[in-house]
């Protein structure tokens, strides 16, 4: 779990990191003066880069809904955590893939 918000923590202070480098690369060593901080554009930018991980999360990670959900059972004084069986495909259900032309 740490490592999830440390991970969108990054992302969210990814415009910020990116810009103070920016400013002292080109503005320290060519002698300009600081320009002004836009403080809002990279708080919407470090928004937009913390949303669009949720999405490419929810998108790439997780199982797959094909098969059989079997509930958490107890076994052998064990908890067996519930999962989804992909060898058992109930054949009630069918995939629009199988589904032949008339």
Known sequence: MIRIILERMVLFAL????FTAYVWVFHRRLKNPRPD???FWLTVTGFLL????F????FTE?????GTY???QYVNG?????????G???RGKVDEKEQKPQ
């Open 15 to 18: 415009p910020f990191g990116l």
């Open 62 to 66: 997780g199982e797959t809904t094909k």
């Open 78 to 86: 064990k908890i067996v955590p519930g999962h989804v069986d992909r």
């Open 55 to 58: 999405f490419y999360v929810g």
């Open 50 to 53: 913390v949303i669009a991980s």
């Open 88 to 90: 058992h495909v109930d």
């Open 70 to 72: 079997v509930a958490p």
């Open 37 to 39: 901080t836009p403080w």
